[in-house]
Structures are given as C-alpha cells and as structure tokens.
C-alpha cells in the first residue's frame, strides 16, 4: 500500500499544482497499481477534468477504484456511472461553499464591517469598523498630502515636493490594524496608492480588482488583478466613516491622475 499525501492542504480545484495527483496518473499510465482508494470522490479531485481523466486512464490500465461505499470497474457502464456523478457532487460541492462563503463575506462589508488591512491614517477597532487616527501628528500629514496634491495637481510633483523638503509621510505598519506607524520619505507608489483610495474620501469600498483566468500548460491560472473602473466596483457605501477629503474631491483626484498619464503616455 502506498500512501499518497502530498496534497494535504492544496486545493482539487484545478488551480494548484498538485505533485501527489500527478504522481498517482503517472503510477496509473505505467500500470503499476490493481486500485487507488479514497476517502471520498472530492479528496482525489474538485473539477471533472482532473477527475474523468482518472476514471479513464483507471479504465484503460484495468485499475479499480475504491472507496466506502464500494468497489468500481471503470470499465463497467454503471460503475463509470456514479464515478462520474460523484466528480460532479464534488465539484457543486465545492462551487456551493465558495458562494456561500463568498456571500456571507460581501454581507459583511455591507454591513460596514471592514475585513482587510486599514490604510495609514485610519484605525481598525474591535468591532472591525473604521475610526480616524488619534494621533495629532498623523492626521495633519495625511491631510497635508491631498492639500499638496491640490496645489501641484501630480502625483509625481507631490512625491518630488515632499522628497526635496525632506519631510517624510507617516506609513503604517502591517498587521497592527492602523496603530502603528513609520515615517519615511513618500515614494511615487505611495503618494498615487493614497490619492486613489476611496478610504479616505469616507467611502466602504469592496471589488475595485479582479483577478482574470488563464489557460496555461492545460491548467487555469490567476494572473495580476487588474484595477476596474468605478461604475464596476461591487460595494460602494458612502459616508460610512469620517473621511480627509469629499467624495467629490476624490473623484476629481481621480480625474486629474488619468489626465496626467494620458499626458505622460502621449509624451
């Protein structure tokens, strides 16, 4: 009996190399197994590619497949049968449970729960809501940067101001919900990560990105998540905490900053 668990911990989605499952479709191509067992259809495979792929290379080398429930041929119509109707169950089982948790996290934020790391300026309580900094000496600087920005009107000209002035921008520290801060010279990334985000503005925004799915080497692949534009944002909720700047002020933000790389590109 060999024991394949190499897999622990990755996902049957098809999205993960999984070293342990090809292992088993090489040892079943060269025939050196009589049955492969399993627990469950769902603990071998979550898409019915991988899957049928198992069920008819097992059919052509003549090798069983076993689990609790009993022994199957697949070479046998019936037994292909349920094989593959057990692929599919795992598969809808696996499709169930990421809407439902996909639902219940999106409920959440909708309910103004923020569930991800706050930017500099802000604190995340408890409660996992958002609250302005305490700290006098943080808020006029996050301030000072959009006051910077609407006298220059570039990112880039607000880097270089704050860089020659020598006056660094207070960053947060990951992991500390807000409470603990750097200070640093601002970088371009920086100065254009803080003008872009709708936090700020006093806005609970969710789904400004999305990751797009690739075929490669025959396996689906996330690529960068790629930023979408305002009117495909999935959560907007205005006014959901006291903001630095109006939501109008951001959105013109945002208006100038597409000018500027229009420029730029065009140059």
Request: with cysteine; net charge positive.
């Amino acid at each position: 009996v060999v024991v394949i668990d190499e897999d622990l911990g990755r996902s049957g989605s098809g999205l993960q190399e999984r070293p342990g499952f090809g292992r088993l479709l090489a040892a079943v191509c060269q025939g050196h197994l009589g049955a492969v067992l399993a627990l469950e259809a769902s603990r071998l495979a979550r898409n019915n590619r991988d899957w049928h792929h198992l069920i008819d290379l097992c059919a052509l080398t003549d090798t069983l497949l076993i689990d609790d429930d009993g022994i199957y041929d697949p070479r046998l119509l019936n037994d292909r049968l349920v094989l593959g109707m057990q692929g599919s169950m795992a598969e809808y089982a696996l499709g169930l449970m990421r809407q439902r948790a996909r639902q219940a996290f999106e409920d959440k934020i909708r309910r103004g729960h923020v569930m991800w790391e706050v930017p500099v300026g802000f604190v995340r309580p408890e409660d996992n809501r958002i609250e302005k900094i305490a700290d006098r000496q943080v808020q006029p600087a996050v301030a000072g940067v959009f006051e910077t920005f609407r006298q220059l009107g570039s990112a880039r000209q607000t880097m270089l101001w704050y860089r020659d002035e020598q006056l660094p921008r207070p960053e947060v520290q990951p992991a500390t919900a807000g409470h603990e801060i750097l200070w640093r010279l601002p970088s371009a990334h920086r100065i254009n990560q803080r003008l872009m985000n709708p936090c700020y503005a006093g806005a609970l925004v969710y789904g400004r990105t999305a990751a797009k799915t690739v075929i490669e080497d025959g396996r689906a692949r996330q690529t960068t998540r790629r930023k979408k534009p305002l009117e495909q944002w999935r959560i907007v909720t205005l006014g959901h905490h006291p903001g630095y700047i109006s939501w109008a002020e951001y959105l013109s933000n945002l208006k100038q900053l597409e000018a500027n790389r229009a420029v730029s590109e065009e140059a």
